[in-house]
């Protein structure tokens, strides 16, 4: 079975643009998990995607966005790009039959803002 | 959400056992504890995970304390590819599709 596939892999972006990363989860898996790895900060939790519907999410300003699509394909989307969002975005899929079904994760994209 | 305390490093040589404690004493009654780890350069990866009992996998065992304020992970010969940050994650099966991750632990594992 082919793993979680994120793109792009590297992004580089200027300040105020806005970027849009895509997440290809494990086939059969229908929740889309998305979170932010930064030095300062570790990993944080951004949103979960469940059947198209957002069903949890993270602290974080309404920049940030995201969808899952029919197929469980998962996009996020961020606005008006500051510098602090330079970070490492990770997605991960699961199949979740149940509550504590395991997460797997992608290898991320790295996001850099100039 | 309930947290989870650990060491910020620890060393280990190769094909010797490590243990990594984690504390969590504000654990709830439904609270599943979680291991995952991440290489460097990768994305995190799942370990194991337990709820009362003792846990064993083919990559490692959980052992978790009878009152639950407690529990470690145990790689029992460890490998160079075990160098890792190492998460100890406290799952509330109601808050789905999020892990907490703490600062976790880094372990080095020396020839």
């Known amino acids: 079975k082919a793993g979680v596939t994120q793109t792009p892999r590297y992004l580089i972006k200027t300040r105020g643009q806005q970027v849009t990363l895509s997440c290809s989860p494990i086939s059969g898996h229908r929740s889309v998990s998305w979170y932010q790895q930064t030095p300062g900060q570790g990993l944080q939790f951004l949103f979960e995607y469940f059947s198209e519907t957002q069903r949890n999410k993270g602290n974080f300003p309404g920049r940030f966005s995201g969808r899952q699509f029919s197929n469980s394909r998962s996009e996020m989307n961020v606005s008006t790009l500051e510098l602090g969002d330079s970070a490492l975005y990770l997605c991960a899929s699961a199949m979740l039959t149940e509550s504590t079904d395991t997460q797997y994760f992608g290898p991320g994209t790295r996001l850099t803002v100039l | 959400d309930a947290k989870t305390t650990q060491p910020n490093s620890m060393e280990s040589n190769e094909e010797e056992p490590v243990h990594l404690p984690c504390n969590h004493s504000t654990i709830s009654g439904t609270d599943y504890i979680h291991w995952y780890r991440q290489l460097p350069s990768q994305g995190p990866e799942y370990v194991i995970h337990g709820l009362t009992s003792n846990v064993n996998n083919r990559m490692a065992s959980l052992a978790i304390a009878e009152d639950r304020k407690s529990s470690t992970l145990i790689l029992h010969r460890a490998t160079l590819r075990d160098a890792a940050v190492y998460y100890c994650?406290?799952?509330?099966?109601?808050?789905?599709?999020?892990?907490?991750f703490g600062q976790g632990t880094t372990l080095q594992v020396k020839p």
């Open positions: 994650i406290l799952r509330d099966p109601s808050n789905t599709g999020k892990l907490i």
